[in-house]
């Protein structure tokens, strides 16, 4: 029976993701991918199948991203930012030598099989996993812990909004017509699904599931960093560095409804 990765992080996206990675990777009970969000899960359903046409060619954000994260880690390993070994993860992440096919058994052999560390996978876009996914990941290994993050759906959907019609995501105000603006928002809203369905679906086939909450990571992030280790059955009392620090923050642009 597989054993990796250990958990996952499902998102959504502007829920303090970002934060989770970046503490985790300092956690010397962890390994993490040197990249955030691998995606794979999604592959065949939100993202089309993968294909080394489809990498070339960049047709899909997806692949695009997963493209040009090759020469990001490389540069990073030469500065010593990230080792060589995260470069040739890399590599085979990009490239899957003997696995185009989409597997389970694929996905897992991406993590490291460590008696004495745990591995995990954080992509927000796993939130959106129909129930036929889900269902195949538990009955591939029910054990996966699942973490949740919620924050209030209004200021999640604007965050997200703002990151989408930004130049950067994060540095620079949305400047554009508040009509659009607004039909921008409404779109986003219109197409979420309200926390609750999701975590009676992740629940339904998975029996250890955290829901941690955003104003919680704000306004206590200590505490809130145990809970998820106590979680995660790690040590709470390492030093990490960031814990009350904004990660990946947004404009602070005021919803103009």
């Known amino acids: 029976m597989p054993t990796t990765p250990a958990f996952i992080c499902i998102g959504p996206g502007r829920t303090g993701t970002t934060w989770l ?56 390993a030469v500065l010593r930012r990230e080792s060589f070994e995260a470069f040739r993860w890399s590599l085979r992440y990009v490239l899957r030598p003997g696995a185009r096919q989409f ?63 930004t130049d950067d995501g994060k540095s620079k105000p949305f400047a554009g017509p508040r009509k659009e603006m607004i039909e921008l928002f409404d779109y986003f809203f219109r197409v979420w699904t309200p926390y609750e369905k999701k975590i009676a679906l992740w629940k339904a086939y998975f029996p250890q599931v955290f829901v941690g909450r955003f104003d919680d990571l704000k306004n206590r992030p200590v505490s809130f960093w145990g809970e998820i280790c106590d979680f995660l059955n790690i040590p709470a009392d390492v030093p990490v560095q960031g814990l009350d620090r904004h990660v990946n923050q947004g404009t602070g642009q005021k919803n103009p409804r």
């Open 103 to 165: 597997s389970f058994e694929w996905y897992s052999s991406l993590f490291k099989n460590d008696g004495n560390l745990i591995s995990g996978d954080i992509t927000p876009e796993y939130y959106d996993l129909p129930e036929s996914r889900v269902n195949e990941l538990s009955e591939y290994c029910r054990s996966i812990k699942i973490i949740l993050f919620v924050r209030n759906p209004i200021e999640r959907v604007w965050s997200e909004s703002l990151k989408v019609r």
């Open 21 to 76: 990675y970046k503490m985790l990777r300092q956690h010397p009970a962890v390994w993490l991918p040197p990249l955030k969000e691998i995606r794979v899960l999604a592959e065949g359903l939100f993202y089309p199948p993968y294909s080394l046409k489809e990498l070339v060619v960049a047709r899909h954000w997806h692949y695009r991203l997963m493209r040009a994260s090759l020469p990001r880690v490389f540069i990073k």
